[in-house]
């Protein structure tokens, strides 16, 4: 069930971070800049002819290995899940971020820099508002290989608790949580990445690490350190002197949390269902999560929401006296009988309305459409949702019956129902962007017997009548 409350929110100006990448150990310039409303979460390559953009969608994770990266036309940006996290953390729903290298700069491998650069920029509150799944039903995707599991289940607002067990002595079982995205700059947002000494070996070896140094890696040492390895690392780290702490991490990297690892895990989580494009009210637990099971996971809850959203009818009570009857509806509009075709609204906000219509035998088109078998032409029914959202478009001005509402464009128009007589149809129509210039841009629905039966995508512009 998707629910739009809270109003969304960008940052007020624009912000600069410098580093290196992780993996790639090249300098990186960083800028968070503002966004638009319904715009989300989307990284820009400014190194690149074109200036390609990559949206922050779980369709396009390509490889979890050492991150999570996405690709699209051979464009790539790697390791997101850091930078996401902070701006789900700060509950931010629209920003640009532009690179100008394919991996954000590592900083300390956390979020915590990237945290402390959104809020110098100011969060900005946004027209529009925010899109939320809500959860009714257990959602579970379990890697068989791993022994891997996330659950999503029904909660009063976003949680998410991480259970990890590392198999080993120097790091063992781990837990971490928050009730709250509230919590997420003080408990989780300057928990860094971590490794095990072996991955770093093999990482140094195949020339995958070039951005690393003992200031954003915690490394846990799970293995004897050979004098051979020793100088290893204090070339790749330049340092004069290496050392494992009794805790047994390398050098002297003191840790923020004795659960570090785990907060990280839970920071990897939420960065990378931000790929999931919608933001949940339910409660996620996971098991062992990586990169793969989560974006895994976030590919299953994107479908669901998006089978969900399709599917999805408005509750309301045809009993109840509604905003506006029939005779409102023609106050505003300047449409009459036969070629009306909204009976009443049901309900009416700024961003969206509910109108209904009871279709009966008596409708002059069918007459004709089709004798012995009537059906209700699709064209009446966008037609319909049309009138629907002039109500909506004109409710914007103070003396609406000096407009008319002319049809710009219909997109993506799709008939799954047949519509007869008998059927009361429900239309909902919501805003895909503020309304501007008199020009409305709306998602129309039309349902009858708790189906979706059709829908579009409608361009209107209201235009004011000249007085002779």
Do not use: W
Not at 48 to 73: F, W
Not at 373 to 389: D, H, N, R, W
């Amino acid at each position: 069930m998707i629910e739009a409350i809270v109003k969304q929110r960008t940052i007020a100006k624009e912000v600069t971070l410098k580093g290196v990448g992780l993996h790639t150990g090249k300098d990186v310039t960083m800028t968070f800049k503002p966004a638009p409303e319904n715009h989300g979460y989307k990284f820009k390559r400014v190194d690149l002819e074109g200036e390609p953009i990559l949206s922050a969608d779980a369709s396009l994770v390509t490889n979890t290995q050492r991150g999570t990266n996405l690709e699209k036309n051979s464009v790539t940006i790697q390791t997101t899940e850091h930078v996401l996290a902070a701006c789900v953390g700060l509950e931010i729903d629209n920003v640009l971020i532009e690179l100008n290298a394919s991996e954000p700069p590592i900083m300390d491998g956390s979020s915590k820099f990237f945290v402390e650069a959104l809020e110098k920029a100011g969060v900005e509150e946004q027209d529009a508002c925010r899109e939320e799944y809500v959860v009714k039903d257990i959602i579970t995707y379990t890697d068989e290989e791993t022994g891997s599991e996330i659950i999503l289940m029904p909660s009063d607002e976003y949680q998410i608790t991480t259970m990890v067990d590392f198999g080993t002595k120097v790091l063992g079982t781990q837990n971490a949580s928050i009730k709250h995205l509230s919590e997420f700059k003080k408990e989780i947002s300057d928990s860094r990445t971590f490794s095990f000494l072996h991955e770093i070996e093999m990482l140094l070896e195949h020339g995958l690490i070039k951005g690393g140094d003992l200031n954003n890696a915690i490394v846990y040492v799970d293995k004897e350190l050979s004098s051979d390895t020793m100088d290893k690392l204090r070339v790749a780290f330049n340092k004069d002197h290496i050392s494992v702490k009794p805790n047994g991490i390398l050098d002297n990297l003191t840790l923020h949390h004795p659960n570090e690892a785990a907060r990280h895990k839970l920071l990897d989580v939420i960065g990378d269902l931000a790929l999931i494009g919608t933001r949940i009210k339910g409660k996620v637990i996971a098991n062992k999560p990586g990169h793969y099971v989560n974006t895994q996971f976030a590919k299953k809850v994107q479908k669901i929401i998006k089978a969900d959203r399709r599917n999805y009818v408005p509750e309301v009570d045809l009993h109840a006296p509604p905003v506006k009857d029939v005779n409102q509806i023609m106050e505003m509009l300047p449409h009459r009988p036969p070629f009306l075709l909204v009976d009443k609204i049901l309900e009416l906000t700024d961003q969206y309305v509910i109108g209904m219509k009871n279709v009966t035998m008596n409708e002059p088109f069918f007459v004709g459409h089709f004798p012995g078998a009537p059906v209700m032409p699709g064209v009446l029914q966008i037609e319909a949702m049309a009138q629907t959202g002039g109500i909506l478009v004109l409710s914007t001005v103070p003396d609406p019956e000096n407009y008319l509402t002319y049809l710009l464009k219909i997109d993506n128009v799709r008939y799954k129902q047949q519509v007869v007589p008998g059927d009361t149809l429900i239309f909902k129509l919501d805003l895909l962007s503020p309304i501007r210039r008199g020009i409305c841009q709306m998602q129309a629905r039309a349902y009858a017997n708790g189906k979706l039966v059709s829908e579009a995508e409608i361009m209107a512009q209201i235009v004011k009548v000249k007085n002779n």
